[in-house]
């Protein structure tokens, strides 16, 4: 990819569909959705479960964080466990545990079987070290006032050149005068929506009010830069 020309001034470090804060010591991901695989009807290309703690625990060496807050849908469950998903939430935890940092998990839509399987430190919306940022999924409104939030729930991607990439979205004073940070889902397995034209009310996150002002960011792997995108609604006009 080549350079975008857009420079923006964030409190955060994008990596591997995830985002570093430094300011909390804190790393945050979304929608992991283990056992989406085994739930799918579809044979899944990777092990979702081994993919996803191998690419953790690279995060967790590079940012080192003291904390690593999941923001919703931990699982892919319903009404029961898939096959599975105790074993790699097992594994999951123990890499946590190895970079000696704290995991906490803000349930999600699809993590009504999350007590069943997991019984760490748990938050509808947790509040980070920095004192300005509040995690949460984001499928309902917040009630924590914060000066940012970071939430999952709608998978963003960005069609790029006929490539999808995963992205993240952030939209300054996007949400009642607060910023707003959407990340794109963790699993590999999730395709991801394609954001290049969705407008406000296509979002399921009530936090994206109008998408037009949101900056969507890719992490280029080749290079291990972040490329920041003009906002969505002058990008369209470019893509």
Partial sequence: ???????????????????????AETLVLADV?????AASSV??????????????????????PSTVVVAGDLLDSFSRLPRGVERDLERLIDVVNAAEAELVVTPGNHDTML?????????LEYELADGETVVC???????????????????PALSIEGSKRPCVLYGPDAYEGADV???????????????NRMAGREFQTPLVRNADEFYPAVRDDSSGETLWFPP????????
């Fill in 232 to 239: 969505l609604g002058e990008l369209r006009k470019l893509l």
């Fill in 43 to 64: 044979d899944a290309p990777i092990d979702d479960g081994a993919d996803v703690c191998d690419r953790l625990a690279d995060l967790l060496v590079a940012t080192e």
């Fill in 137 to 155: 999924h984001g499928h309902e409104r917040p009630e924590t006032t914060a000066e940012r939030y970071v939430v999952g729930h709608d998978h």
């Fill in 33 to 37: 959705h283990l056992g989406k695989a």
């Fill in 1 to 23: 990819m080549t350079d975008t020309g857009v420079e923006i001034d964030v409190p955060f470090a994008v990596h591997d569909r995830a985002v570093f804060v430094p300011a």
């Fill in 181 to 195: 940070l959407v990340l794109p889902a963790f699993t590999r397995l999730a395709a991801g929506a394609t954001v």
């Fill in 115 to 123: 007590e069943a399987a997991f019984d760490g430190e748990t938050a």
